[in-house]
């Protein structure tokens, strides 16, 4: 399964900043997922970003609000601008792999924002 | 809309209990559907993952099942450890192409007590 790192793991920011986080992939994948997980709540996808397009926003998500760049096929950042305390969540990024009988997906350890 | 729903939303057991956890789903339109683990402030595991044409799987002390047809899985964990204390979630994939984009359940919050 591919092995995922997160920079950074948590970060402490104030309102309105920006932060980039970077997401690393130990093998190409074609597939990489940012997802937002707010206090309390379950995982909830932000954006699909495949190397080589521009990436796909879910409902309720923004470009400007939540740029995404995918430089290669191995790494990927999401940067969450003009932050705000709401904006406080864990971004977790993911990869799907084909396995042998599916596809699964694998998710990094997060990255741990707080916004005061 | 896909909705998925886990119960209990937390549990306590004492160390060495064999427990369940459920998971349902709205729309038996699934492709597959995934167990997680996540530790307090940390990113997901993937603990075991069941094709639409599967009924279950099993990984040491976990054994997951499906029954899509009533839109249930349920995940057991045997001989329960302190170290299993994490919270619990399950996600689902749609069928269909070019549909990749994980519903997850709010998770069970499990306690293992020693």
């Known amino acids: 399964s591919a092995v995922i790192s997160q920079k950074p793991s948590r970060d402490i920011c104030q309102r309105g900043t920006s932060l980039t986080i970077q997401c690393q992939v130990d093998s190409q994948v074609t597939m990489m997922f940012w997802y937002r997980q707010q206090p309390g709540q379950s995982l909830t996808l932000i954006a699909t970003a495949n190397q080589g397009s521009e990436a796909t926003y879910e409902s309720g998500f923004v470009i400007d609000k939540f740029p995404i760049s995918r430089p290669n096929l191995t790494f990927s950042t999401l940067t969450v601008s003009n932050m705000s305390p709401e904006d406080s969540s864990i971004y977790l990024c993911s990869v799907e792999e084909r396995g042998d009988l599916s596809y699964e997906q694998y998710f990094g350890p997060g990255t741990r924002l707080t916004v005061t | 809309k896909q909705e998925v729903t886990q119960i209990p939303a937390a549990l306590s057991v004492p160390e060495g209990e064999n427990l369940v956890l459920n998971c349902s789903f709205t729309d038996s339109a699934i492709y597959n559907l995934q167990w997680f683990r996540q530790d307090p402030g940390k990113g997901l595991t993937s603990l075991l993952l069941?094709?639409?044409?599967?009924r279950e799987q099993t990984s040491g002390r976990l054994n997951a099942s499906l029954d899509k047809s009533s839109g249930r899985s349920t995940l057991y964990i045997a001989a329960s450890q302190p170290g299993d204390s994490a919270t619990y979630l399950c996600?689902?994939?749609?069928?269909?192409?070019?549909?990749?984009?994980?519903?997850f359940g709010k998770g069970t919050k499990l306690s293992v007590i020693p």
């Open positions: 069941i094709q639409s044409s599967q």
């Open positions: 996600a689902v994939r749609p069928r269909g192409a070019g549909s990749y984009q994980l519903t």
